[in-house]
């Protein structure tokens, strides 16, 4: 007497079985090999498809754009999940200039992991996601066209202590989030100049900031952008201050693929042309009538009533004028999302204008 | 040998009568299910009394966080700041209250957003239908969860514009939707496949019985978070360019085919329980072996692994979770991501998130629960006869 066999059964179990192992059983390939398939894929989507990208997101009729899935100030989604924020604005600025509509872009909330991955495998456009821009991931076959937001690490401590400046922070104690550049960035900076420091480390941003508050710790170190967020989320947020000074350049920029250069330059000229717009005094609320007026030949040449420079981009005349309009220019989305109009209330800083002392300067439009 | 013989007559024959005992004082009533319940023994007695006490200390604490310290009305974080309420602050459900659209949908565009609500009135639609075991024509019912359910649901969520439907990109999804949707795909996957591996790894067909244990083995070698990187960080970087898989349908996959590895050996469990003797006895009857198993071997076998069955579900459904790491904006993501807004930053928004997902997956996993018991009681009347 035989087991018993039942046949469709097992065949259909055996048909499941040849499908999904070949694509899956490939563990071999672990982080080291990463940047190597990288570039071999981004050679592919660079020049083997024989249009770019911006006609890609034409022909598609939306812009898709990896945002962080939720970091106070850069991008957020409402009640309704509708996404704010500086680098959600910065895609609403790059769709506005395409489709004249802020509202022509799906977000994509990319975790810190798939974020490259998501850009290489062309399931994003554009990657805006408060990304560092640093040497080793430039040459990974990806690109960072403009600084969109330069942040720096900082401290939060409490006003009581009365600190001015991080090198009073000598033999201190401080909170620190486990397995960032945090830590190597603050044993670099009080070690050539001869501090001493403490560190306290937890495994997410709450419990460090539970640690802080607790007095476990002087201070609290993470990127300035963070810690504006973090002081908000503490019980008396007027008894913390966050250090003016910063540790280390966090640049942020927004990637695109290398190999494509006019989408290149589209994004790199959006976060200009914002720039522009706000030194020429284009504001949200007063674009069309600067169009109607067009005192400055600045101005005429930004928004596009001379020149046609917007066609060179392989936009339209009007692009910046498209971007204002929706969007605004830097100050307005600056001022909407992380200025003094927000519970974060962060200072201009670096971020200000060139010439106002900052370090955002927007090469000219003509 | 005497020795041996009193041991016998001792252990084995009574040579004195029991003295009476008096008539138990009381057989009903409160009084007494507490007295035989709570303090049978003095150890019943301590034990009664620690956990009251614990009960009589964390009760007021989570009622106080919960209800009576709680925020119910507020439009901005400040509302929940003690200074502002003027007393200790509990759970900000005012936070909760202005981001539940999204906690629900994501980023679903609202005015598709009857398409989800759709979704899960069919789908309460179609488990009522096999899980109430008074409703009429529970096959079709079972049919209408495995096989209907899941195409309507896909052409409904994703859209199929030749009937009208937009469609909706993925990557809008959110919330509840993605973990109601993750985790019936993968219990509605996981459990047919599962049986087929349970029946294969069992099967005397070489070929078919080692490909079941590899590919068994494989899955249940593997953690499903290395699963789910493989699937939405690595997978996209192997495929030819031009060739894309949505990034919701990838950790699908992976998830249906990793549980399935499991429910196998939760039903092989069953199957080898059932004596051989039952299919012989099948066989002689005259059925074939594939009737034989399905109305002999199979609802005995699964009867036994309700509770295995039940587990791997409760266990499946709180795994779903893990796709937030790889960027799938499930119900925990979205939560997350609701409490980054700065306007709603307050001390007791996270905990209030968390305190909300706490019961939002107790309330779900202990209904489970609370089902697989009816259902195992309801099955065991059987043996009771």
């Not at chain 1, 989604?77 to 509708?82: A, K, L, S, V």
């Not at chain 1, 408060?130 to 330069?150: E, G, K, V």
């Not at chain 2, 919701?248 to 590895?261: D, E, K, Y």
């Amino acid at each position: 007497m035989r087991v018993v066999r039942p046949r469709p059964a097992l065949l259909l179990a055996l048909a499941l079985l040849g499908t999904p192992l070949p694509a899956w059983a490939e563990p071999a390939k672990t982080d080291s090999v990463k940047t190597d398939s990288v570039k071999t894929d981004a050679t592919k989507t660079g020049t083997g498809k024989a249009e770019g990208t911006l006609a890609q997101v034409k022909a598609r009729g939306h812009l898709v754009c990896g945002v962080s899935p939720g970091v106070a100030g850069f991008s957020v989604p409402d009640g309704q999940g509708h996404w704010t924020g500086l680098d959600v604005d910065f895609c609403r600025a790059l769709a506005a200039a395409i489709f004249d509509s802020p509202e022509a872009v799906r977000f994509i909330p990319q975790s810190s992991a798939a974020r490259f991955t998501a850009l290489q495998s062309g399931e994003i456009d554009v990657l805006a996601r408060n990304t560092t821009w640093t040497l080793s991931r430039d040459t990974a076959a990806m690109n960072f066209p403009a600084i969109t937001f330069y942040d720096g690490q900082g401290f939060l401590v409490r006003k009581a202590l009365n600190i001015g400046a991080v090198k009073q922070l000598d033999r201190a104690t401080i909170c620190l989030q486990q397995g960032t550049t945090t830590e190597l960035n603050l044993a670099d900076w009080f070690r050539t100049r001869g501090l001493t420091y403490q560190v306290v480390t937890f495994a997410n941003s709450e419990q460090t900031l539970g640690a802080y508050e607790s007095g476990r710790c002087d201070a609290y170190s993470t990127d300035q952008s963070s810690l504006y967020g973090e002081r908000l989320k503490t019980a008396h947020p007027d008894e913390h201050v966050i250090l003016s000074e910063a540790i280390s350049k966090e640049p942020f920029a927004p990637g695109v693929r290398q190999g494509d250069d006019q989408w290149r330059d589209i994004v790199a000229w959006t976060h200009y042309a914002m720039l522009d717009a706000e030194e020429a005094g284009i504001r949200q609320d007063n674009v069309e009538q600067m169009r109607r007026e067009a005192p400055s030949p600045d101005a005429r040449r930004i928004l596009g009533l001379e020149g046609g420079y917007g066609e060179r981009l392989g936009l339209t005349a009007d692009w910046v004028a498209r971007i204002v309009r929706h969007v605004g220019n830097y100050g307005d989305s600056f001022a909407r999302n992380l200025g003094d109009g927000t519970p974060l209330k962060i200072p201009r800083g670096l971020n200000a204008l060139w010439n106002q002392g900052g370090l955002q300067y927007g090469p000219p439009i003509r | 040998m005497s020795r041996a013989d009193g041991f016998l007559t001792e252990g084995y024959v009574r040579k004195t009568l029991i003295p009476p005992a008096p008539p138990p004082r009381r057989l009903g009533g409160p009084l007494a299910w507490v007295r035989t319940n709570l303090f049978a023994s003095w150890t019943d007695g301590l034990v009664t009394v620690l956990i009251l006490a614990a009960l009589a200390w964390l009760v007021p604490l989570a009622l106080r966080f919960l209800v009576f310290d709680a925020v119910w009305t507020g439009t901005s974080g400040e509302a929940c700041r003690p200074e502002v309420v003027g007393h200790p602050v509990g759970a900000c459900w005012a936070f909760i209250g202005e981001k539940i659209n999204y906690l629900a949908y994501g980023s679903y565009p609202a005015a598709e957003r009857w398409r989800p609500n759709l979704f899960f009135a069919l789908l309460a639609f179609g488990a009522g239908w096999m899980l109430w075991l008074g409703a009429p024509k529970r096959a079709w019912g079972a049919a209408y969860l495995f096989v209907v359910f899941p195409v309507l649901a896909y052409a409904l969520l994703a859209g199929m514009p030749a009937l009208g439907l937009v469609s909706v990109a993925t990557g809008l999804w959110g919330g509840l939707l993605v973990t109601v949707v993750v985790s019936m795909v993968g219990i509605v996957a996981s459990l047919p496949l599962g049986i087929l591996l349970a029946l294969g790894r069992r099967s005397d067909w070489p070929v078919v019985r080692y490909a079941c244990i590899g590919f068994i083995e494989f899955w249940r070698g593997v953690p499903l978070i290395t699963v789910l990187f493989m699937a939405n960080v690595m997978l996209p970087l192997f495929l030819p360019g031009d060739l894309t898989v949505d990034r919701l349908v990838r950790p699908l996959v992976g998830i249906a085919l990793f549980a399935s590895a499991y429910m196998a050996e939760v039903v092989r469990g069953g199957l080898q329980a059932i004596p051989e003797g039952q299919m012989r006895a099948a066989l002689a009857l005259g059925l074939t072996k594939t009737q034989a198993l399905r109305a002999v071997v199979l609802p005995q076998a699964l009867k036994i692994v309700v509770p295995g069955i039940v587990n791997t579900l409760i266990g499946l459904f709180k795994d779903t979770t893990l796709v937030s790491i790889v960027g799938i904006a499930d119900f925990i993501r979205v939560l997350e991501a609701a409490r980054a807004d700065p306007r709603w930053s307050a001390p007791a928004v996270p905990a209030t998130a968390y305190a909300f997902a706490a019961l939002f997956y107790f309330a779900i996993c202990f209904g489970m629960a609370r089902y697989a018991g009816f259902i195992e009681r309801r099955l065991a009347a059987g043996d009771a006869r």
